[in-house]
């Protein structure tokens, strides 16, 4: 999806979680709309890898990311734009996935997966 293009790294308002690690979206240019941007994300979905979270929690109002300056976490008003995907061959070893939306620090909120082999 990004071999031999150009990624643009977008950061996040806070740059970084309370656990030090870099918030930042990856868009790539699309090729079909020159001057558009496509995010890598919704492109990987659209290629065929899984998004592990949805295996285990199909209902809608899960999410990663709200705005600090609205608060809108406070009334569960977000995105979820953090994630783990996976190809369809391992799909069978994803045993669970989780957001932690209750662990505060930062604007986004931690995410976890379990993988059996």
Known sequence: LVEGREVLLERDV???????????YAWVEDPDRPGSLLMVNLELVASGYVDTFRL???EPDQYTYWDMKSFARDRNVGWRIDYFFVSENLVP?????????????????????????
Not at 15 to 22: I, N, Q, S
Not at 99 to 113: E, K, Y
């Open 14 to 24: 806070s740059d970084t979680d309370r656990f030090g690690r870099l918030l930042r």
């Open 56 to 58: 285990f929690h199909p």
């Open 93 to 117: 070893n994803v045993k669970n996935a989780w957001i932690m939306a209750d662990v505060q620090g930062s604007d986004h909120c931690p995410i976890g997966l379990e993988l059996k082999f």
